[in-house]
C-alpha cells in the first residue's frame, strides 16, 4: 500500500553460500538471518556519461545519455549484535579464508601461511562466495535486493561496558563484482538469528599486550582481507580474487594503573613482535567468541583523559609460525 510508513528496522538481511559463485541458490528456505540494528542498501554507483556532443545548441541532448551497470563493485555496511550461529558464522569464515560452515559450527582460524579464497564466476566452488537478500518489509511490490557472488571483506567485533551492557557488536563490509538484482519477488525463508547474547561482563581471562587482567573498558577487533575482481562479462566482473593481506588488528581502553603503565614505554622503545598471548579474552563460556592472538605489535598507545585515566592501545598480530588468530565458537 502505497501510504504505509516501514521503520529501517523493519528490513531484514539475510545471507546463504553458493555452489557456484555468483548464481543465487533457492531463497525460499536454508536463508541465515543476520541481526542488524538497521538495513544500510548499498549505493549502486553506475557508471554514467552525461557528457554533451557536438551538437547544434549548448543543452545536453537525449541520445547522449549512457549507463553500464555492469562494470562496478557493489559494497554494503551492515551492523548489529553478534550471535554464535549460521549467519554471523558465515561471515567471519569467509573473511579468514575458512570454510564455510554455517549448519555446522567451526572455530575461526587464521593460520600461519592463510590466503584468501579466488575464483571465477559462473564456475562451481564451494565455499568462495555468497548470496546477501537484503528484504523490505513486504515483498508484494517485488524490490527485495539481491547481490550474488558476495566476499565479506571486513569483520568487526566490539564490546564497550558502557554501551548496551557490553553486548558484542558485529560490523561487516561485503562486496561483489556481480550486478544485483534489485526486484526480486521471493518471499525469503530460513533459520532466523539465534544463539544468545554475548557480553563483555562475562569475561574471564584477559591480556593484552600479554599484561594479565587489566581492568578494560572496551575492546574491537578487525579481520580485513579486502577483494579485487578483474575481466569482465554481461553479469559484471569475471573473476574475483583477495588483496595481499589477511590483516588483523585489534585495540583495546584500559585503565592506567602500575600494570599497564609501561605500555606508552614499550611502544616508545619496541623494536620487534611481541609472543605471549598479545591479546587473550576468554569467555566465561569459552565457545562464545574466545579470541586469542599469540603474537602481535604495539601500533598505538595513546592516553584518554576522562574521569578516569585510560590507555587506548592498538596492536596488530603476527606469526612466527603459530596462528595468526583463533576465534572459539565450538
Not at 564466476?121 to 557472488?149: K, R
Not at 574466545?290 to 574521569?307: Q, R, Y
Amino acid at each position: 500500500m502505497a501510504n504505509e510508513v516501514f521503520s529501517p528496522k523493519d528490513f531484514k538481511a539475510w545471507v546463504i553460500e553458493e555452489a557456484t559463485p555468483g548464481t543465487a541458490p533457492t531463497l525460499t528456505s536454508a536463508l541465515y538471518q543476520l541481526d542488524v540494528d538497521s538495513v544500510a542498501f548499498p549505493s549502486l554507483n553506475p557508471t554514467q556519461v552525461l557528457n554533451m556532443r557536438t551538437r547544434s545548441g549548448r543543452v545536453f541532448h537525449k541520445d547522449d545519455f549512457f549507463q553500464d551497470n555492469e562494470m562496478r563493485v557493489v559494497e554494503v555496511s551492515l551492523s548489529g549484535t553478534l550471535h554464535k550461529d549460521g549467519g554471523h558464522a558465515l561471515l567471519l569464515q569467509n573473511v579468514a579464508g575458512n570454510a564455510m560452515t554455517p549448519d555446522t559450527l567451526a572455530d575461526i582460524t587464521i593460520a600461519t601461511a592463510q590466503t584468501g579464497i579466488s575464483g571465477k564466476y559462473g564456475t562451481a566452488q564451494a565455499n568462495a562466495t555468497f548470496t546477501l537478500v537484503l528484504a523490505p518489509p513486504d515483498v508484494v511490490g517485488g524490490f527485495n535486493t539481491v547481490l550474488t557472488g558476495c566476499v565479506c571483506t571486513s569483520f568487526e567485533i566490539t564490546a564497550e561496558a558502557g554501551s548496551e551492557g557490553g553486548l558484542y557488536k558485529w560490523s561487516a563490509t561485503i562486496s561483489t563484482g556481480f550486478n544485483p538484482t534489485t526486484n526480486d519477488t521471493t518471499t525469503e525463508a530460513g533459520a532466523t538469528w539465534d544463539g544468545g547474547l554475548i557480553s563483555i561482563n562475562t569475561l574471564g581471562t584477559k591480556k593484552i599486550a600479554g599484561l594479565a587482567s587489566p581492568v578494560m573498558s572496551s575492546f574491537g577487533l578487525t579481520i580485513e582481507s579486502p577483494a579485487v575482481y578483474s575481466g569482465f562479462s554481461s553479469d559484471g566482473y569475471e573473476a574475483f580474487g583477495r588483496g595481499e593481506e589477511i590483516s588483523v588488528t585489534a585495540n583495546a581502553s584500559v585503565k592506567y594503573d602500575a600494570l599497564t603503565k609501561s605500555l606508552y614505554h614499550d611502544f616508545n622503545t619496541q623494536t620487534a613482535y611481541t609472543a605471549d598471548n598479545w591479546l587473550l579474552l576468554t569467555q566465561s563460556t569459552a565457545s562464545n567468541y574466545s579470541i586469542s592472538i599469540l603474537n602481535g605489535i604495539l601500533t598505538d598507545v595513546t592516553f584518554n583523559e576522562g574521569d578516569m585515566m585510560m590507555l587506548d592501545v592498538a596492536l596488530k598480530a603476527v606469526t612466527d609460525g603459530d596462528d595468526l588468530l583463533t576465534i572459539d565458537i565450538t
